[in-house]
């Protein structure tokens, strides 16, 4: 066996199904041993920035280590952003890159990159082979650190390295990493149980920390009476139309989610790292649920920490009750909810032209499958799929959550595809964000993907005008020129529509959907669509209305 024999194999007993990227002189000896076998696919995709978010979104949905590739130099910088992405969303990621010849290590030569200091920031681990000694310890090493950390890890590979023989020996076998589940001890389980027991008002702040734990999440909830305060990342575990829901918290959420924050006496914080400082509430005691410990008390001090998963923990905490607290402050946020939902449901039915985004993203709702998996880019469709996009049980939803890079809409639809084959991957994404990497939509087409690109079509970076706007300064430099994207589509050899009727949303999105590969819809939109937080201040409303005043007279 050769050192990228070994490789392959240590990343294949370690879960990793598909590894994306592009071949190159420093990894000819990776994609040669990925010809040789069969247990991980290679999928070349047109830039490694692509594969890294493909890979990165896999792990999301999958919980499994995900792997990507790239040659020495440019290959390995490309794949940085994807890269981060899965690092700031705790998703296990191996990346593994080429180098230059040891021989010539650290004499600046041609497409050297130092690539240990270049992902020192991003990984949890990180690592050049230099002799094939280190192999497979050096592998193993790093699926270890991935999985458990929860994290990036990246191993570098010189080209005269990676072809090298191997000798296997039998001291230690290639057995996959275990994270295994964490439970507090009984101790500060008691401690928390006397809070909760002496609280009338209890809240729920839950995070992507309870995927599945959803039944002991709402166990627990229904057990003490408390609403379900989500972030927008546990929009799959929760969504907007459960009884126990009081909708999504910060800008992109509604008014009942803060009116929970600010009513409570007790808020119990589960497998969330919520960072916006200012929703927390303000006299309220804090429970927090964590598998890190540095994450308790990092953005919201807490009284008591539970160091666990949010299923066993949740679990424990229930089974244990002896108070029930009183229902009326979720009969209160729940009456609330109810008008939001109406507010909500006006919106969704405009017959407005151009078209309201609500009206589009509640039309994909209704005809979208029961298996369809949401990948939401970032921008303005990020804020229309938080509030209109009615998740149902069996569906997922990511993004890019920490990071909130653009363009992950096309590379996660792709990864999530691959990931599940019978499931149906749908990208919502801005005209912005798409062109990013518009060019991997001919991956998608290579590999009969039958993926469904929902293009929000304003002509112009919308949440950069928003942003702009919220500070008081005239909207400049967010105008963009789009390409024809049905054309675009077409071209690739995907199929392609175009909606500027609200009308033909509906049977558009089903003839889309009804597509065997790639079919992108490109969907005229109010480019004066706005995005309201829940609750605007006189500073805003300032700032707002001189952005205005600014843009009228030209300023």
């Not at 990159?113 to 193993?140: G, I, K, M, N």
């Not at 105008?479 to 500027?500: E, H, M, Q, S, Y």
Request: with cysteine; charged share 20%; net charge negative.
């Amino acid at each position: 066996m050769t050192v990228s024999d070994v490789l392959l194999e240590i990343l294949a007993v370690h879960g990793v199904k598909h590894l994306f990227g592009i071949p190159g002189d420093a990894i000819n000896d990776v994609t040669d041993a990925l010809r040789r076998q069969d247990r991980i696919r290679f999928i070349g995709v047109r830039h490694e920035e692509t594969g890294a978010l493909a890979a990165s979104v896999q792990a999301k949905l999958t919980g499994r280590l995900a792997g990507c590739m790239g040659t020495s130099g440019p290959g390995g910088i490309h794949l940085l952003n994807g890269l981060y992405d899965a690092r700031m969303d705790h998703a296990p990621v191996i990346a593994i890159t080429g180098q230059v010849a040891t021989g010539v290590l650290g004499t600046e030569a041609h497409q050297e990159v130092r690539l240990d200091r270049l992902f020192a920031d991003v990984a949890v681990y990180s690592q050049t082979v230099t002799t094939e000694a280190q192999v497979p310890e050096v592998f193993l090493e790093a699926c270890h650190a991935a999985i458990t950390h929860h994290g990036v890890a990246h191993v570098s590979i010189p080209t005269d390295v990676s072809g090298r023989k191997v000798s296997r020996g039998s001291d230690r076998p290639s057995k996959g990493a275990v994270a295994g589940r964490i439970s507090p001890v009984a101790a500060d389980c008691s401690e928390a149980l006397e809070l909760i027991g002496r609280s009338e008002r209890i809240a729920i702040l839950a995070g992507i920390g309870c995927l599945g734990a959803r039944d002991e999440l709402l166990a627990f909830a229904k057990a003490v009476q408390a609403p379900i305060v989500r972030s927008l990342k546990a929009k799959e575990i929760i969504d907007d139309d459960h009884p126990l829901c009081a909708g999504g918290l910060g800008l992109l959420g509604g008014k009942p989610a803060m009116k929970a924050m600010d009513g409570c006496d007790l808020l119990v914080l589960v497998g969330t790292d919520f960072p916006y400082r200012d929703f927390y509430p303000k006299s309220a005691k804090v429970i927090q649920i964590d598998i890190e410990p540095t994450r308790i008390g990092r953005r919201h001090p807490a009284d008591i920490g539970l160091v666990g998963h949010a299923g066993p923990t949740l679990e424990t905490l229930t089974s244990r009750l002896d108070a029930r607290v009183k229902g009326a402050f979720l009969k209160d946020i729940q009456s609330h909810m109810v008008g939001w939902r109406k507010g909500r449901d006006k919106d969704e039915a405009s017959d407005a032209m151009p078209i309201s985004p609500p009206r589009l993203v509640s039309e994909l709702s209704k005809v979208a499958p029961d298996n369809a998996i949401f990948i939401a880019d970032t921008g303005t469709s990020t804020a229309w799929a938080a509030r209109h996009l009615h998740m149902h049980p069996g569906q997922r939803f990511t993004l890019s959550g920490g990071l909130a890079t653009m363009a992950i809409g096309l590379p996660g639809a792709i990864g999530a595809q691959l990931a599940y084959p019978d499931h149906r991957a749908i990208a919502i994404v801005g005209d912005g964000a798409f062109s990013m990497l518009s060019g991997d939509l001919v991956t998608a087409v290579r590999y009969e993907l039958p993926i469904v690109i929902l293009v929000l079509n304003n002509a112009k970076l919308g949440f950069i005008t928003l942003e702009q706007e919220a500070k008081g300064l005239p909207d400049w430099g967010t105008d963009i020129l789009n390409p024809d994207f049905v054309a675009l589509a077409k071209a690739c050899g995907a199929a392609g529509f175009r909606v500027t009727e609200p009308g033909k949303l509906h049977a558009t999105l089903t003839e889309a959907l009804a597509e065997t590969g790639p079919a992108v819809v490109e969907v005229v939109v109010d480019p004066d669509a706005l995005i309201m937080p829940p609750k605007v201040n006189a500073s805003q409303a300032y700032h707002f209305g001189l952005a205005k005043l600014r843009e009228l007279l030209g300023q």
